[in-house]
């Protein structure tokens, strides 16, 4: 399978490069996590210095308003990281920690606040976006505003290097790059300009279709039983113009086809030149599907069984130190070029 990121690209001079990511805490992962992000960084781990963060405070910024999804946050976050391990991220080779454990982020926040033009966040095509979606929540807050502010505060604390993002997520980059050379241009140079690793690979379509979201309820979750996952499956949206089996297909815009490149490996391309022969009927293409998802899912369901809540926390706790000891010093270095 081809690689989505140029792992190798993380050392110079015999010196790894370090990486920040993060999510924000929305409970069980889905397919389109694994695929969109954390294959990579569990493929990143060995050629990085890799700081991986659940985003609670930026979970908040959407979520203040009603208790039950403030209630969420933490046990979605211990769910969260479960699934992040039983996908292959590796606490003794990644630093996996939560934004909120570590202040010296909203410190750096509030510092970075104060540099940051109000037209940049304005213009954000993500702030703007979802004022014009998000319609159950207040979103009229300086703590929405300043979204991107607190990612590039995630994000410079650590000096990272590189950032492995979804596209969504360039226009966040941008900003913290742009935060960063004003801070630099006032104080002296202090943070490197991290760079964007773009995940390459699809996007991969929710059952309906329609981009995969647990909000949207078209998901497939890496926890889903074989029966779930048949289901599902089975009601996926396929190509619209096979009505008969006769009919030759398209698997370029068919939802299944888009499962079948991800997991199927060799077996894709057979699917492909099938589909187009009308040498399969969409009712079998699915069936087949299911049983190479519910294959590819069991040794990730098997690992995730076996992990303990208690483990989670120690990780957490863990995590913790390590990242506090690196943002601290990035923010008495912050200090000392402010003089203050
Ligand atoms: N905004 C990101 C998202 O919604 C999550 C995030 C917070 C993040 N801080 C970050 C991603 C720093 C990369 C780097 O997906
Ligand atoms: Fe899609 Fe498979 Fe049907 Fe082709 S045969 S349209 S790939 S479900």
Redesign the pocket.
């Known amino acids: 399978m081809k690689k989505d990121i140029n792992i190798n690209s993380g050392i110079s001079n015999g010196v790894k490069k370090r990486i920040?990511?993060?999510?924000?805490p929305t409970g069980a992962m889905h397919l389109g996590h694994y695929f969109g992000?954390l294959k990579n960084w569990a493929a990143l781990q060995d050629t990085y210095e890799t700081f991986y963060?659940v985003?609670d405070w930026?979970a908040m910024t959407t979520l203040y308003d009603k208790n039950a999804d403030m209630e969420n946050i933490r046990s979605s976050t211990l769910e969260m990281v479960a699934d992040w391990l039983a996908c292959g991220i590796d606490p003794e080779k990644s630093c996996i920690f939560r934004?909120s454990d570590v202040p010296a982020h909203s410190e750096l926040f509030l510092i970075l606040s104060m540099v940051t033009p109000l037209g940049w966040l304005m213009r954000c095509p993500?702030y703007k976006e979802q004022l014009r979606e998000i319609k159950n929540h207040d979103l009229s807050t300086f703590g929405f505003l300043g979204?991107?502010v607190?990612?590039?505060a995630?994000?410079l604390i650590y000096k990272?290097d590189c950032?492995?993002?979804?596209v969504?997520?360039m226009p966040?980059?941008e900003i913290?790059r742009e935060i960063a050379r004003r801070f630099n241009h006032f104080y002296g140079n202090v943070f490197p300009d991290p760079v964007g690793l773009l995940t390459k690979s699809p996007k991969l379509p929710g059952i309906d279709g329609r981009k995969m979201s647990k909000s949207y309820g078209n998901a497939i979750n890496l926890e889903d039983s074989d029966e779930v996952i048949s289901e599902k499956v089975s009601k996926m949206i396929t190509d619209p113009a096979r009505i008969h089996p006769s009919d030759k297909g398209h698997p370029e815009i068919c939802a299944v086809y888009a499962y079948w490149s991800v997991v199927g490996g060799e077996k894709a391309d057979e699917i492909s030149s099938s589909c187009k022969n009308a040498g399969i009927g969409c009712v079998a293409c699915k069936k087949d599907l299911s049983q190479a998802l519910i294959k590819f899912l069991e040794p990730l369901k098997a690992r995730r069984e076996k992990m303990k809540l208690e483990k989670i926390s120690e990780i957490l706790a863990s995590g913790k130190n390590a990242a506090a000891r690196v943002a601290g010093r990035t923010l008495a270095e912050v200090k000392e070029a402010l003089k203050i």
């Not at 920040?20 to 924000?24: F, I, N």
């Not at 950032?163 to 979804?166: D, L, N, Q």
């Open positions: 920040l990511s993060g999510m924000r992000a963060m985003a930026h934004q993500t979204y991107p607190l990612q590039a995630d994000i990272a950032v492995p993002i979804g969504d997520q966040h980059l913290t």
